[in-house]
Nanobody
Framework: QVQLVQSGGGLVQPGGSLRLSCATS????????MGWYRQAPGEQREQVAI??????TYADSVKGRFTISTDNAKNTLYLQMNKLRPEDTAVYYC??????????????WGQGTQVTVSS
């Protein structure tokens, strides 16, 4: 059974840092594409970063500030967020997916965690 359980998040001042964690079970990082998404109020869900064995990509808005990583020993996905801005405020979700005939599909999602950047 696949499970993704998130932790981290909270309130931080602009310029600060946070690390999100996504503890997984039933996921082999070698066979899945792992990602982080976010959704701000009134906005569509946005892809923040994805990582797989062959590539790692970031949204332009977070390049140079956020880092996605995996710890195979702990079966955990991370998102290190530095130099946070108010516009990074959103609910963040981790996700696991696979590439199929019609493209990349994320089938499994974490429960979401609120990140608020405010002074």
């Amino acid at each position: 059974q696949v499970q993704l359980v998130q932790s981290g998040g909270g309130l931080v001042q602009p310029g600060g840092s946070l690390r999100l964690s996504c503890a997984t079970s039933g996921i082999n990082f070698r066979r899945f594409v792992m990602g982080w998404y976010r959704q701000a109020p009134g906005e569509q869900r946005e892809q923040v970063a994805i990582t797989s064995l062959v590539t790692t990509t970031y949204a332009d808005s977070v390049k140079g500030r956020f880092t996605i990583s995996t710890d195979n020993a702990k079966n955990t996905l991370y998102l290190q967020m530095n130099k946070l801005r108010p516009e990074d405020t959103a609910v963040y979700y981790c996700a696991a997916g696979q590439i199929r005939n019609n493209g990349l599909q994320f089938d499994y999602w974490g429960q979401g965690t609120q990140v608020t950047v405010s002074s």
